[in-house]
């Protein structure tokens, strides 16, 4: 057990619909990570937020949009979703926010868009 | 800008066999290097890293050594279990999000 939670397990939904997906980081650490595996693009940094704030991004779509909150609890936001957004949405975490140290992955949100 | 670059899979090994799975990297400083692991139906666990050149990382009979020269950080395990059968991915951080390889596939049989 990483210590980083993801809800849900598993969503299905239908195009042009809207889904949040959840995370809850490891006690103490600060940073959270957004990252997409699909089979055609592997594994993809989407976005990072350190202690509330935006910190890095990666290749996330317009449509896709995230926050983490007082808490640092991080939710992920997509949006008028499409076939080809079907994957496996990851959540990972870290004490610090400038890199160079590991990444802790929860089990992962499979969203399937139909 | 950075990336990883892994050998293709899958990787079919016998039980007991000796592995290698090769990875390089291209970044613009002095990343810190891992490997990962994949069981199916889980997320990703680390497996080991190396934060500087020449150091070696090990874990559970895995090792790679950061190799400056060749930029290289290539896995080995001397003998593979059934257990070991997982995606394997090769990583690098700079100062910010991991860069992933696209990971290798093992399968190990007895």
């Known amino acids: 057990d990483s210590g980083v939670t993801q809800t849900p397990k598993h969503l299905i939904t239908a195009t042009g619909q809207r889904v949040t997906l959840r995370c809850s980081p490891r006690?103490?650490?600060?940073?959270v990570y957004w990252y997409q595996q699909s089979l055609d693009q592997g594994l993809q940094f989407l976005i990072q937020?350190?202690?509330?704030?935006?910190?890095a991004k990666g290749n996330i779509l317009e449509r896709f949009s995230a926050q983490q909150f007082p808490d640092l609890h991080s939710e992920l936001n997509l949006s008028s979703l499409e076939l080809g957004d079907s994957a496996l949405y990851f959540c990972?975490?870290?004490?610090?926010?400038?890199?160079?140290?590991?990444?802790?992955f929860g089990q992962g949100t499979r969203l399937t868009v139909v | 800008g950075n990336s990883v670059t892994q050998m293709e899979g899958p990787v079919t090994l016998s039980e007991e066999a000796f592995l290698t799975i090769n990875c390089t990297y291209t970044?613009?400083?002095?990343?810190?290097l891992f490997w990962y692991v994949q069981y199916p139906g889980e997320g990703l666990q680390l497996l080991l890293k190396?934060?500087?050149?020449?150091d070696k990382g090990s874990n559970k009979g895995f090792e790679a050594t950061y190799r400056k020269e060749t930029t290289s950080f290539h896995l080995e395990k001397g003998s593979v279990q059934v257990s070991d059968s997982a995606v394997y991915f090769c990583?690098?951080?700079?100062?910010?999000?991991?860069?992933f390889g696209s990971g290798t596939r093992l399968q190990v049989q007895p």
């Open positions: 990972a975490s870290s004490v610090g926010g400038g890199g160079n140290t590991e990444a802790f």
């Open positions: 970044a613009t400083g002095y990343p810190s």
């Open positions: 190396a934060t500087k050149a020449d």
């Open positions: 006690s103490g650490d600060l940073s």
């Open positions: 937020y350190y202690n509330g704030e935006e910190r």
């Open positions: 990583a690098l951080s700079e100062r910010r999000a991991l860069t």
